[in-house]
């Protein structure tokens, strides 16, 4: 019999995350070689052997120890803080777990959005003062919103949108398919167009070179005054400095955020005291079900690399 593929979770895998996804894992995968590493020393002693690597973060001097790694399997969707150029270089495959955070995230898209179109941001603060105050509600319905970057997580937003009446417009590298949810897809090169012709705008995009800093002072002047920026995405997308101006200024409605330039947001940020800020500490993707999403991915990968088949590994970044 063939040896199976060893799996390494590395140390850079928290604790709590391997109590979980490693029982799971070896339940729906009992012939699975899977090794646990607690300590970087560990890590390295095992990647000479390790042929599918599960990480959080990752250290780049690690390749220099993986004589049989083919696969890296990221816990999270974005993938920035990973050495992709190298993962080429060495021939080696990177997943990523997109689409475990899509519904979550996509449901708390959907709370921000309606907390802004029903009055609940300025029924918030009223209650926290003690006073009754009528606020007039909207409704979604007949509003448009923009998604950049329509992957797993903003192809789910757009369709909780459409639930609720909303026009949905989105960029897309490839304009080749327009995925379900969007009614109208645009090239990244059209986001200014986007921006001038939503209400709400939904940043979903991956940080890349070309998406850092994407948004400043002029992309929120064309959002404009009855605009509210939502961002799920990574903090480095947005000029953190120019979108406090354009709230403290009233250059759009609002802002709701998940994600910030550092994190946790210091305690002096100006963000926590504005009225039309909405603020979580980055848990859109938040679920009890993410680990029974996480195990499909990996198992499924783990058997596509198993029979040798890497064009069946799924959530393939490069």
């Not at 799996?7 to 391997?18: G, I, K, M, N, Q």
């Not at 708390?108 to 300025?122: D, P």
């Not at 006073?131 to 797993?152: D, F, N, Q, S, Y």
């Not at 550092?262 to 009890?288: C, R």
């Amino acid at each position: 019999m063939v040896d199976r593929p060893l799996l390494l979770f590395a140390h850079t895998v928290s604790p709590e995350r391997t109590e979980s996804l490693r029982p799971a894992l070896e339940e729906k995968l009992p012939d699975a070689r899977v090794v646990n590493a607690e300590t970087p020393d560990e890590t390295v002693s095992h990647l000479p052997e390790a042929e599918m690597l599960l990480v959080g973060r990752f250290d780049e001097e690690w390749l220099e120890h993986a004589e049989r790694l083919q696969v890296v399997q990221a816990l999270s969707a974005g993938v920035d803080f990973l050495p992709l150029e190298r993962f080429q270089q060495e021939g080696v495959t990177l997943t990523n777990s997109s689409g475990v955070h899509a519904e979550p995230i996509g449901e708390q898209v959907l709370a921000y959005m309606l907390q802004f179109e029903r009055g609940l941001v300025e029924t918030a603060r009223n209650q926290q003062r003690g006073v009754w105050e009528r606020v007039e509600g909207g409704e979604l319905r007949g509003k448009t919103v923009g998604i950049v970057g329509v992957g797993a997580i903003g192809t789910r937003v757009g369709e909780l949108a459409q639930a609720f009446g909303m026009e949905v417009l989105g960029t897309k590298r490839t304009l080749d398919e327009r995925p379900p949810g969007v009614d109208e897809l645009l090239a990244p090169e059209e986001s200014h167009e986007l921006l001038r012709r939503s209400e709400y705008v939904v940043l979903a995009c991956p940080l890349t070179e070309e998406t850092e800093g994407l948004i400043g002072l002029p992309e929120l002047r064309l959002l404009g005054s009855d605009g509210v920026l939502v961002n799920i995405a990574r903090g480095g997308v947005v000029d953190q400095h120019a979108l406090v101006r354009a709230l403290q200024y009233g250059m759009i409605r609002g802002a709701a955020l998940d994600v910030f330039e550092e994190e946790p947001l210091p305690q002096e940020s100006v963000l926590w005291d504005l009225s039309n800020v909405v603020i979580t500490p980055h848990m859109a993707g938040s679920t009890p079900h993410k680990v029974e999403r996480w195990v499909d991915i990996i198992a499924t990968n783990y058997e596509a690399l198993a029979t040798g088949d890497l064009g069946g590994l799924v959530n393939r970044v490069r």
